[in-house]
């Protein structure tokens, strides 16, 4: 999954390195637009991505007492609309899935907060709106990639121009930051204050 703007700036070339013909785009929200959805089936793309579930067109043709609504979890339930239109402005159907999730509100807050929105995708392969669902949050671990790549490996600066040089030192570091995980986990965690200096003292 390249980011989005790799598809629109340098596609072709994406392609012709990839050897493939069409990409699967699973994009975040952000990227929404009528525009990003046609240009997704104009060049044969499969697209997975999110919109406010006020801005679904085709909820206006039903009724709340009509949407009929699955228990994905116990705190997220799947309603799914079949093919219409997203948005006002798209010309082609696209798959709609509602999503109500219960989220932990403030401590303040006695009530959990619900999250409304709704996936919207072309995507062929898969047909239940569950594996839509779970397909699209996968995600969110490349969120935690970027987030541990930035700050405990610093992948941000390498302190190199060469490859190998960077390839030497993110390797010292993944070292370094597997042994002090290992350490936490399994040293940490199991002994007491006392017996952690006593050992500490004995090294």
Not at 27 to 44: C, I, Q
Not at 62 to 85: A, H, I, Q, R
Not at 88 to 111: G, N, W
Request: aromatic residues 12%.
């Amino acid at each position: 999954m390249l980011p989005l703007y790799l598809y629109r700036n340098g596609r072709s070339l994406c392609q012709k390195k990839l050897k493939i013909t069409s990409l699967i785009l699973r994009v975040d929200g952000g990227y929404l637009s009528a525009d990003t959805l046609e240009y997704a089936v104009k060049h044969n793309h499969q697209i997975i991505t999110t919109v406010p579930y006020n801005w679904v067109q085709e909820l206006k043709k039903f009724s709340p007492l009509l949407l009929e609504w699955k228990e994905y979890e116990k705190d997220t339930k799947l309603c799914d609309l079949g093919w219409g239109k997203p948005l006002s402005k798209t010309l082609t159907p696209f798959r709609i899935i509602l999503v109500e999730k219960k989220q932990d509100a403030p401590r303040i807050k006695k009530r959990k907060k619900i999250l409304r929105y709704a996936l919207v995708t072309n995507i062929s392969f898969l047909k239940e709106a569950e594996a839509l669902y779970e397909f699209y949050h996968q995600r969110q671990t490349i969120e935690n990639f970027f987030k541990e790549a930035k700050n405990p490996f610093h992948a941000g600066k390498m302190p190199s121009q060469l490859f190998r040089g960077n390839q030497a030192y993110l390797s010292l570091v993944t070292i370094a930051y597997n042994s002090f995980q290992i350490f936490k986990k399994n040293i940490c965690q199991q002994d007491s204050k006392e017996l952690l200096l006593k050992r500490l003292q004995i090294v």
